[in-house]
C-alpha cells in the first residue's frame, strides 16, 4: 500500500512563493500519476496539476497555469508543487493524490485516484 504525506503548507502573503510535498512511502512514484488537488471552504475538490512520472507529461489547471509548477526528484520517491506569484483565491487545503498509471497521460479528475494524503493548508493573505 502507498502512503502519501504533504509538506510544505503555510501562511504566505499575496505575490510571494511556496512548495508543497510529497512524500510516499511503501512504494516511489515509479509508474504512478501523481496530482494536486485543493480544496477551499464551501468548494468542491479541484484538480491543480498532475504528472505521469515515467513520462513526464504534466497537466494544470486554467487558474494556476504559468505560476504552478508539479515535479518529481530523481528518486521518484517525492513530488513538489512549486507555486508562485500566489492569490488569496490559491488559499485551500492542498491533497497529493497518486495512482498507478499505464497510460503515458495523468488522470485529471478525482476519483481515478487510489492513494491519498492527508491535506496542507495554504493560506494566501491579501
Known amino acids: 500500500d502507498v502512503q502519501l504525506v504533504e509538506s510544505g503548507g503555510g501562511l504566505v502573503q499575496a505575490g510571494r512563493s511556496l512548495t508543497l510535498s510529497c512524500r510516499a512511502s511503501?512504494?516511489?512514484?515509479?509508474?504512478?500519476?501523481v496530482a494536486w488537488f485543493r480544496q477551499a471552504p464551501g468548494k468542491e475538490r479541484q484538480g491543480v496539476s498532475f504528472?505521469?512520472?515515467?513520462?513526464?507529461?504534466?497537466a494544470y489547471a486554467d487558474s494556476v497555469k504559468g505560476r504552478f509548477a508539479i515535479s518529481t526528484d530523481d528518486a521518484k520517491s517525492t513530488a513538489y508543487l512549486q507555486m508562485n506569484s500566489l492569490r488569496p483565491e490559491d488559499t485551500a487545503v492542498y491533497y497529493c493524490?497518486?495512482?498507478?498509471?499505464?497510460?503515458?497521460?495523468?488522470?485529471?479528475?478525482?476519483?481515478?485516484?487510489?492513494?491519498w494524503g492527508q491535506g496542507t493548508q495554504v493560506t494566501v493573505s491579501s
Open positions: 511503501g512504494s516511489t512514484f515509479d509508474g504512478f500519476a
Open positions: 493524490a497518486a495512482k498507478l498509471n499505464l497510460g503515458p497521460h495523468p488522470p485529471v479528475v478525482a476519483v481515478r485516484y487510489d492513494y
Open positions: 504528472i505521469s512520472v515515467n513520462d513526464g507529461r504534466t
